[in-house]
């Protein structure tokens, strides 16, 4: 089992919040995509103090109950007299217990609410506004259906919306962190590994845990582990976002394929599908959380030149080659589609290598503004560019895998027109390969 790694500023704020709650009552809900390690962080941080853990299961609402009331009895050894059949029941019962011992609740998928008995939101708030005056309770409300945890509370026409007193969207191991495991399990790893680890877990403590757990770490190693039978990777990227976009998944799988093949802009996906995809690719970036829009240096906001890319690394490559050949991969040739993944090997990482070095500079704290550049044709493109207003400093950067490719020389002819508008920065030019990892 993979040892609890980071997490420092998550759990120090989960503590402080903790802290709190001792004199009024906290109710903080906590999302993050499926596998991120949400579960591990909350029994990791409160697995010492008075805390109850409740998962919503799909069953219905009396046997969950059921369930819920044994939890309490064995978490808190409380004696409950009578049976709790409702949520509201269950509920009351906390917010009334914790009215003379603190006490952490948490409630893990709580989303699933929704398809069990929905008027359990409206439910809830009656019983917390009722009671959150008088209880020491450190409500922890838990979700990796993004969408629907971001409606529950953030939608003004829903009954929890402003009753949350903090938020935590957790996200993926930072670059620091990945090495810091990488060299724990595996010190002589490579400029290669780390790449290939980077790219097929994205820091996602899950995919981190079975690639440990596998002791695949080699780009290699890694690549079989992802193409063996059984493999839970094979259906990962339908298992994650299914329960997010219901019965229009086709669409939305489609785009996510298009733009993890390299059609990254919204003109070259609607050639391809011949469909206008505007509320699609909204929803994507806004309700979703799963792409991000990309443009180019010093472009205006209204501007048109917008491309698309994938923020998950992981899903990036499931779309690009599980989902794209999934014809491959229903009849068991896993063979077929591993010798694509070695073939376009080279190219895809290159993509990746840039994107660690973008996410490296954005870990450091050190810039204001961190962004490609392209123009109006979609060429003359610089990979990064880094900017510091206060201390005036501006860094162009060539990445590429291979350090003998880089040219300095290139890369200032390509910045050219930006030097007369930051006459009075310091400017530097960087080359960036896999041996600066």
């Not at 993890?260 to 802009?265: L, V």
């Not at 990482?349 to 979609?378: C, H, M, P, V």
């Not at 003359?380 to 291979?402: G, P, S, T």
Request: glycine letters at 4%; aromatic letters at 14%; one cysteine or more.
């Amino acid at each position: 089992m993979l040892k609890f790694y980071n997490r420092e500023n998550e759990s120090s704020m989960l503590r402080n919040i903790e802290q709190k709650s001792q004199e009024t009552a906290q109710m903080t809900f906590v999302v993050g995509r499926r596998r991120i390690g949400k579960t591990a962080l909350l029994n990791e941080v409160f697995k010492d103090g008075n805390s109850v853990y409740l998962f919503v299961a799909k069953k219905s609402e009396t046997l969950l109950c059921d369930e819920f009331t044994e939890v309490i009895k064995q978490s808190i050894g409380v004696e409950i007299y009578g049976q709790l059949r409702s949520f509201k029941a269950v509920f009351g019962f906390l917010m009334q217990y914790a009215q003379t011992k603190q006490l952490t609740l948490m409630i893990d998928e709580f989303q699933e609410f929704q398809t069990i008995n929905s008027s359990i939101y409206s439910e809830m708030q009656s019983v917390w506004d009722s009671q959150k005056n008088v209880s020491k309770i450190n409500l922890v409300l838990c979700g990796s259906v993004y969408s629907m945890m971001k409606k529950i509370f953030e939608h003004s026409k829903e009954p929890l919306f402003g009753r949350a007193t903090a938020r935590l969207h957790l996200q993926p191991f930072t670059i620091t962190t990945l090495k810091e495991i990488v060299n724990d399990y595996y010190p002589q790893y490579t400029h290669e590994d780390l790449l290939a680890f980077y790219i097929f877990t994205g820091g996602v403590a899950k995919y981190v845990e079975l690639l440990v757990a596998a002791k695949a770490f080699s780009k290699a190693q890694i690549i079989k582990e992802v193409f063996a039978e059984n493999s839970l990777f094979l259906h990962e990227g339908r298992n994650v976002l299914i329960d997010e976009f219901g019965k229009d998944y086709g669409n939305y799988f489609s785009i996510l394929m298009l733009i993890a093949s390299s059609k990254t802009s919204r003109s070259e996906m609607e050639s391809v599908m011949n469909n206008s995809l505007g509320g699609f690719l909204d929803k994507l970036e806004n309700e979703y959380g799963l792409i991000t829009k990309v443009r180019p240096f010093l472009a205006k906001s209204t501007g048109k030149s917008v491309k698309y890319r994938i923020e998950d690394n992981f899903l990036n490559f499931w779309f690009r080659f599980i989902y794209k050949y999934k014809s491959a991969i229903e009849i068991g040739n896993l063979d077929y589609v591993r010798s694509i993944v070695e073939r376009d090997y080279d190219v895809y990482s290159g993509i990746f290598l840039e994107k660690y070095f973008r996410t490296k500079l954005i870990e450091s704290k050190q810039f204001s503004q961190i962004a490609n550049y392209w123009d109006n044709k979609g060429e003359n493109e610089i990979d990064i560019i880094a900017v510091n207003d206060m201390q005036k400093q501006l860094c162009f950067f060539e990445v590429k895998r291979n350090k003998n490719r880089i040219s300095i020389a290139n890369l200032k002819k390509k910045a050219h027109s930006f030097a007369s508008k930051y006459a009075d920065y310091a400017i530097e030019y960087k080359g960036l390969s896999i041996e600066d990892m």
